[in-house]
């Protein structure tokens, strides 16, 4: 009898915790549940076949710190996601087996606003766009990516992703292939990233070879909110 009702309790207590664990997820969506909430979409339910790793939800990049915790997966507006759909479908058509690696998607702009605080006054404070202007990051229109061949391997781009150099800037890629800083292979895969983003309607920038807009700044500025 004893252990009987110690049994009942046991399970009393169990699913007592459980409806509080999902009263508290409730009252407190996760960062992920939220960018859901705002419309945004996770770039793999759209194309599961594009791969993801996003550098500021690990150490791995320049600041040497974890800023996005639980945002794990690559969030970004609907329209945005099926272009990038329509590059890697461009991209496995003229290179099948390859596939496009997101580094970076939506940046929802408390995050901007911590990476912000790490750099301030640091020699790093000119890679990180003021929160209060805001990027292109901020309203879930921008993505950072590379390609993968069919074995999985990043393809030589002459910088890793976040090289803050003149060597990453596309604008001097004629230059440094002069100097032999670069070499034709390596711009060469620049140019087919380039290709297949501006096939699906993307504009890269000037200075770094990883980023791309999904709008113009100023038609994002107009059709879309930043995500806070
Ligand atoms: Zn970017």
């Given at each position: 009898m004893k252990q009987k009702l110690f049994k009942l309790l046991y399970i009393f207590n169990i699913l007592f915790c459980i409806s509080i664990l999902s009263l508290y997820s409730y009252e407190n969506p996760s960062i992920e549940q939220k960018l859901l909430e705002q419309g945004?979409?996770?770039i793999q339910s759209i194309d599961p076949s594009i791969q993801v790793d996003l550098?500021?939800?690990?150490?791995?990049?320049?600041?040497?710190?974890?800023?996005?915790?639980?945002?794990n997966n690559c969030y970004l507006q609907k329209e945005v996601a099926v272009k990038l759909m329509n590059a890697q479908k461009y991209l496995r058509q003229i290179r099948p087996g390859y596939s496009l690696l997101i580094y970076d998607g939506v940046r929802p702009r408390r995050i901007q606003y911590r990476m912000w605080d790490i750099v301030k006054?640091?020699?790093?404070?000119?890679?990180?766009?003021n929160p209060k202007t805001g990027s292109i990051h901020n309203y879930g229109c921008a993505v950072d990516l590379t390609i993968v061949d069919e074995n999985g391997r990043v393809l030589d781009m002459g910088t890793p992703f976040?090289?803050?150099?003149?060597?990453?800037?596309?604008?001097y890629e004629k230059k440094f292939l002069k100097e032999g800083k670069l070499t034709e292979a390596q711009i060469k895969n620049r140019e087919l990233l380039r290709e297949v983003m501006q096939k699906a309607g993307f504009e890269g920038i000037?200075?770094?070879?990883?980023h791309f807009n999904g709008y113009a700044k100023e038609y994002v500025k107009k059709h879309y909110k930043i995500i806070e």
């Amino acid at each position: 009898m004893k252990q009987k009702l110690f049994k009942l309790l046991y399970i009393f207590n169990i699913l007592f915790c459980i409806s509080i664990l999902s009263l508290y997820s409730y009252e407190n969506p996760s960062i992920e549940q939220k960018l859901l909430e705002q419309g945004l979409v996770d770039i793999q339910s759209i194309d599961p076949s594009i791969q993801v790793d996003l550098k500021y939800s690990s150490k791995d990049n320049f600041l040497g710190e974890d800023v996005y915790g639980d945002l794990n997966n690559c969030y970004l507006q609907k329209e945005v996601a099926v272009k990038l759909m329509n590059a890697q479908k461009y991209l496995r058509q003229i290179r099948p087996g390859y596939s496009l690696l997101i580094y970076d998607g939506v940046r929802p702009r408390r995050i901007q606003y911590r990476m912000w605080d790490i750099v301030k006054d640091t020699d790093k404070q000119k890679y990180v766009a003021n929160p209060k202007t805001g990027s292109i990051h901020n309203y879930g229109c921008a993505v950072d990516l590379t390609i993968v061949d069919e074995n999985g391997r990043v393809l030589d781009m002459g910088t890793p992703f976040d090289y803050f150099d003149d060597l990453a800037q596309p604008r001097y890629e004629k230059k440094f292939l002069k100097e032999g800083k670069l070499t034709e292979a390596q711009i060469k895969n620049r140019e087919l990233l380039r290709e297949v983003m501006q096939k699906a309607g993307f504009e890269g920038i000037l200075s770094e070879w990883w980023h791309f807009n999904g709008y113009a700044k100023e038609y994002v500025k107009k059709h879309y909110k930043i995500i806070e």
